[in-house]
Each structure stands twice: as C-alpha cells, then as structure tokens.
C-alpha cells in the first residue's frame, strides 16, 4: 500500500526480552519519526530521522532505546531489556520535506507491545 | 515548558452542534505550522487541517476549520454539524522553521464525545 507500514502490530513478550519494531515509511518521505502512546495519554516522542543529517535522540527515555534507519527508507525501533512500562503504542509517522512547513506527518496503524 | 497546551481533557457536544477544542501555543518562531489531528478509538491518526503561521485566511477543511488568532498564539479547531463519528481523541501540533527541522510537538490532546 501507499501508507505507513508497522510491524509487528501486536507484539506480547516477557519482561528482560529484547524487542524490535519496523517501519516502512511513505515512499520518497525523508523524515521519520517515532513515538510512544500509553494508554489514554498524548504522543510522546522518541526520535527523529531526517535524510542522512545525525538523528534527533532527544526523546528516547533510556539507553535500552535505540533506532536506526537506512538511508530513507525502512527504520527500527529496539528496545533491550524490556520492562513492565514500556507497554504501550509505538507510533511511527513520516512526513516529506518538500513544499515547505504545511506537510503533514502521515501515520502508521502502531505496534501494541504488551511485557508481561 | 509546555509550547503547545490543550485545556480541555474532555468535550461532550450534542449530534449537529458545533463545538471549538481549543490549542495555545508557545514559539518565539516567527515561522510555524500548527496540524490538527484525530485519533478515533481505532487508534489511527488522522491529519485534519493545517495553518501556517503566514496565512491570512483561516485554514477550512470541510467542516473542520481553525480560528487561528496569531497575537493571541491560539489555534482552535471548530468542527460545525457534529457527527457520532467525530467522537474521538484530538491532537494539535506544532512545527517550528528554526534550523530547518521537521520536528513535530504535540499537546496532551482532548477528547470529544458526540451525543445523539
């Protein structure tokens, strides 16, 4: 599809396992960016990607939060050493940066994780 | 400090009525563009309406409109004829221009609730 793509969409692991999520932004979108949603709450960001410039890590909440992107396609989200509260929505979004301010992120339908 | 703020948790509006969510925003930027957008329990989110910090006309989508009032640093969203539809989370958002980034800050978000 045209969309953003996220898997998996429902992850459920034990707490102390590693996870990884994917994404697979809008074709020609060079910026991606990650959030958290807990339950009832807003958008929380977590990291940013823009072209090939160094990412904007200012929102990952822990060193057991990583991601990376290749080039300006798919990116990963890696979180080590799960813990009960990283339950959440993990949102990703991308947007273009042609045309200016007015462009809209567009977002993916999230990955569920749930750490038992 | 908070640069976007939405102060209402919760919104009830009866089925046809219009009802504002409101959004202030804190940018010594003179160059900005506040989204609106909706996350119905689905858990998608879904871009309504953009302004930017330089339009002279408020932004209208359909029934969706923004009261932007610059000196005031408010963005309202006005949704006229309420549908049971509508019912769903609402999010502003901001992207400042300084330094070319593409980041994206939201608020806490309203919820709005139709009513037949």
């Known amino acids: 599809g045209a969309g953003v793509s996220q898997s998996p969409s429902n992850k459920v692991t034990e707490k102390g396992k590693d996870v990884e999520l994917r994404c697979d932004p809008i074709s020609g979108h060079t910026a991606l960016y990650w959030y958290r949603q807990r339950l009832g709450q807003g958008l929380e960001f977590l990291i940013y990607?823009?072209?090939?410039?160094?990412?904007?890590k200012s929102g990952l909440p822990s060193d057991r939060f990583s991601a990376e992107r290749t080039g300006e396609s798919v990116s990963t989200l890696t979180i080590q050493r799960t813990q009960q509260e990283d339950s959440a929505v993990y949102l990703c979004?991308?947007?273009?940066?042609?045309?200016?301010?007015?462009?809209?992120?567009?977002f993916g339908d999230g990955t569920r994780l749930s750490i038992l | 400090a908070q640069k976007i703020t939405q102060t209402q948790p919760g919104m009830f509006v009866q089925e046809k009525e219009a009802v504002t969510l409101d959004c202030t925003y804190d940018?010594?930027?003179?160059?900005?563009?506040l989204f609106w957008y909706k996350q119905p329990s689905s858990g998608e989110m879904i871009f309504l309406i953009y302004q930017g910090s330089y339009d002279q006309q408020n932004a209208t989508e359909g029934r969706y409109s923004l009261n932007f009032q610059k000196a005031r640093k408010s963005a309202n969203l006005v949704i006229s004829a309420s549908q049971l539809g509508d019912s769903a989370m609402y999010f502003c958002?901001?992207?400042?221009?300084?330094?070319?980034?593409?980041?994206?800050?939201f608020g806490t978000g309203t919820r709005l609730k139709v009513l037949a």
């Open positions: 940018t010594s930027d003179p160059s900005y563009g």
């Open positions: 958002a901001m992207r400042e221009a300084t330094s070319g980034t593409y980041k994206y800050i």
């Open positions: 990607f823009q072209g090939n410039s160094a990412p904007d």
């Open positions: 979004a991308s947007s273009s940066t042609h045309r200016g301010m007015s462009q809209p992120q567009h």
